[in-house]
């Protein structure tokens, strides 16, 4: 199934009942008074976020969400039953705007936080309601009010621990695929992954899991939208730690540090003092081991903290993971 972090959908808040015209009817008192009661309120449609859904999946087979009428009064003063509400769930990180306008409405990130998308009509008065003095048979009752109706757009940042960031071919994917469950799509063949991936390291000693998103590959030029773009970038906006995913065997691993370094800063100067760490992966391809020593010592006189791996044959990862581990039980402090 694809993951999708874009969709638009219609909401609607219920109808309001219809009020009531009824008059009082009973044996002995021929001249009852108004008893309609008033029509229920329509139930409103909130968005809520949710920790179980990744992606926005669920609005490419439904675009609609409409909440239950309210009922209609009744005689004898009974009031009609409120139209339930329509709880639609979103991924935690989804940005709600208005479809034609594009404001942004609400930014839900938290477990269970809602917003109002659509509210329901009031429901509609009886005649017991407009009974006076002057006027104790009132023959008017109102109808109920129709609900709020729009278009709403959702778009997802994904909210994850650790973000993997590389140029294409750097192995993120044979990466995460080697930290956790997630299976992407991996090829032999030069290929770049078209949309993100999510998996979940688990540690030895910790209940808190480390949500890892692999990011599609980044090229120079990104922050003007440049292949994927924005589409990209803005999924690490929320990330809290960024893994630098390099090729070590790659013409020069340094200039491609530079590359992403650069693409960061020009698209949000947030991005370039958030916590980060490089990964030089590949190492099986190199058999240099002074070279391995040298590319090394060059990240780490730049202060940079570094690690080597090889995705593919397992070297490394256990330093990784300690690593990561250290990380997420600083951040749960």
Known sequence: MSFVDEAKFFVKGGDGGRGCLSFRREKFVPKGGPDGGDGGHGGSVYLEASRNLLSLTDFQYRSHFMAENGVAGMGKKRHGRKGGDKIVLVPRGSLIKDAETGELLADLITEGERFLAASGGAGGQGNVRFATAHNRAPRRAT???????????????????????????????????????????????????????????????????????????????????????????????????????????????????????????????????????????????????????????????????????????GQGLAALKDKLAAIMAVAEE
């Not at 773009?229 to 906006?237: N, V, Y």
């Not at 730690?241 to 200039?255: G, R």
């Not at 960061?264 to 980060?276: I, N």
């Open 143 to 313: 109808p109920g009010k129709p609900g709020e109706e729009r278009w709403l757009k959702v778009e997802l940042k994904l909210l994850a621990d650790v973000g993997l960031i590389g140029l294409p071919n750097a192995g993120k994917s044979t990466l995460l695929s080697k930290l956790s469950a997630a299976r992407p799509r991996i090829a032999a063949y030069p290929f770049t992954t078209l949309e993100p991936q999510l998996g979940i390291l688990r540690f030895e000693y910790s209940d808190t899991p480390c949500v890892i998103a692999d990011i599609p590959g980044l090229i120079e030029g990104a922050h003007q939208g440049v292949g994927l773009g924005h589409t990209f970038l803005r999924h690490i906006e929320r990330t809290k730690v960024l893994l630098h995913v390099i090729d070590a065997a790659a013409l020069d691993p340094w200039l491609d540090y530079q590359v992403l370094e650069e693409e960061l800063r020009l698209y949000r100067d947030e991005l370039a003092s958030r916590q980060r760490f490089i990964v030089l992966n590949k190492t099986d391809l190199i058999d240099d081991e002074e070279q391995l020593a040298e590319l090394n010592s060059h990240f780490q006189k730049q202060g940079l903290d570094v690690l080597m791996v090889s995705a593919l044959e």
